[in-house]
């Protein structure tokens, strides 16, 4: 048994690398609780940092430079990894601050926010690599007190990588963002904010984004195709006679409005004077066209640290955790449910979870239990 001990909350919210590079298209909820699930996590690597014999001690004495090269390029060992706790908790101040609600509105925010993302795929990109993983397997919500997360275990190098460099963001002016596209852009354009003149393909935007293309959205449509959820839907062409994906915006003028306008101009307006735009427009960016079509965006927004960083004094506070996977131990619950569901019936959203579950942990679902969950099905369609 192990137990993760109380931390402070850091101004800055750390997003590697690969993790920028990545598509994204989660929802602004499902941000906020993969955000709580690498501060988390990036302290964990801090305390190793300080603690591990290959960790700061190798760079004492050596100039500032030196040392916080070592710092971004340190990698625990599979050891040191394995002795991180799975289950993250976070306090109940902690989520009111993250998802700017509470009482039972929190509730049943963190309900549907937890069934879209516990199991989801997200994709890590590097120059010559992708990686697609499931970051979050579990979460356990208790009324009044706390949320509990897990991670899964070839998560973590990716969320501990800064080798190729990192996002540093305002995470006050981050919680503040309503819209996810507002969010991500704030961890793109903070990987270097010395540069108010970075230049990105419209395309790599598009797809950092999570807006390039239209992806599948329901188990329901996954099964029915044989795809996973978030994988990219796909149309049959009558002229090409091939499938093909399907474009999120079919109009350039579409992107433009409904994703970069608003993204720079919240970000323009809430983070008051740290992030300013620097164009002729005032929009915080310009386009650049190859011959006819718009290519290139290039950011013209200048940064100004902010001296205030109003965050909450604490992130994590103490779990006991054990070596079980704890999504294991849901679906046992939940198959013992399914058996039992004349004694005690079982929702369809139950038996939506447990399918997604079993489906995430590789695990065949026995045809005893799949009679069962077609004679439930059918009675809860009457």
Known sequence: MSKMKVSTQPKHYIVPHSFLEGRQDLS???KRLLALAMIALQQERNKLYEDDPEGKVQVEGLPRKAQQMHYHNYMPSEEMIGRLPRVLKFDIYTLEQFFRTSGDSLRKTLKRTSESMVGRFISVSDK???TVMTPIPYAKYVAGSHLELSVTEQAIPQLFNHSRGYSSTELSLWCELESQHSQRLLEIISRHKERNNEKFEIDDIKRMLGVDYVVITN?????ESGQKVGDYRLRFNEKTHMMEKIPRYRAFRDFKRSVLDIAFGEIIQKSRGVWT????K???YK???RGRAYSVIEICLQYQPDQTGNVPE?????????SVDPALAIIEELEAQIIAHLHTPVSKDEIDLYRKLAQRAGIS???DIVQRIKMIESELGK
């Open 219 to 223: 188990q329901e449509e996954a099964e």
């Open 287 to 289: 386009l650049h066209r």
């Open 277 to 280: 735009p620097t164009d002729e």
């Open 28 to 30: 602004k909820n499902a």
């Open 314 to 322: 604490k992130l994590v506070t103490p779990v006991e955790v054990s």
């Open 128 to 130: 010559d690599t992708f």
């Open 365 to 367: 679902i026995k045809p």
């Open 282 to 284: 005032g929009v915080g």
